[in-house]
């Protein structure tokens, strides 16, 4: 047909099948945007959260490429699921623009340090004017996600009581560092025999949820980063 006819010679534009979100642009705009993005979607990206929402999307349109065309597809880095209850995402009114929408999201999600991520914040607002809300939302959620990369945290879950950290092969790189970061926030938090994180702390707002957030995951990269420079300098 002329739509998969289309759908290949965007194919054979692209490096290769992991530019899923440049790949799903393309397929938006042959058949149609819809509100895949916009906000009607909201709810849907509260409800799991915005990584694996992310992650969600761009695994089941590389799958499908993948079995059209009789490829493998390629496995994306993996990233700590963190749901929480915000509004996190680019309105459409914001950005109007579907490809350029997906373009961002994705630049944001494969920022590698956090003077990216303030780049990118900075650049959307010289392009599009002041971030709304859910916009900061989405950023801060970024930010917290590369600090949760470097405490090795597979999983967050923030709830109305409070918040389970699980970490990737229930390891923690700096078991005593841990202990002491707990022992410091005096009874909010416990260490379960399971090796998850328990903090008995309600957030109330989006953002004391996200700022809690940010503030957990600072705490826990850094005692990362120490334990590694101890043993570099051991070394």
Do not use: C
């Not at 530019?19 to 990206?45: C, K, T, V, Y």
């Not at 939302?137 to 945290?153: D, F, G, H, P, T």
Request: proline share 5%; no cysteine.
């Amino acid at each position: 047909s002329e739509v998969a006819e289309k759908r290949l010679k965007v194919l054979g534009d692209l490096d290769s099948l992991g530019a899923g979100f440049q790949l799903a642009s393309h397929d938006l705009d042959i058949r149609g945007a819809g509100n895949l993005l916009g906000d009607e979607q909201s709810g849907h990206i509260r409800e799991v959260g915005f990584e694996l929402y992310q992650s969600m999307l761009e695994d089941a349109i590389l799958a499908a490429k993948a079995g059209e065309l009789g490829l493998e597809a390629k496995p994306e880095r993996v990233s700590p699921q963190i749901t929480v209850d915000a509004p996190i995402m680019i309105p459409e009114d914001y950005v109007p623009d579907l490809a350029v929408r997906m373009a961002l999201y994705r630049r944001l999600n494969d920022a590698e340090s956090q003077g990216e991520i303030e780049s990118m914040a900075a650049e959307m607002i010289d392009r599009f004017g002041p971030l709304p809300s859910a916009t900061e939302n989405l950023v801060r959620l970024i930010q917290i996600k590369l600090q949760a990369i470097e405490a090795n945290i597979a999983k967050i879950d923030v709830g109305a009581a409070g918040t389970l950290v699980t970490f990737h092969n229930d390891d923690f790189p700096d078991g005593p560092g841990l202990i002491a970061y707990v022992d410091r926030l005096q009874g909010t938090a416990k260490l379960r025999p399971d090796m998850k994180l328990v903090i008995s702390r309600a957030w109330n707002s989006p953002e004391s949820r996200l700022n809690g957030l940010f503030q957990l995951t600072k705490g826990l990269s850094g005692i990362v980063r120490k334990a590694k420079k101890r043993q570099k300098a051991a070394a």
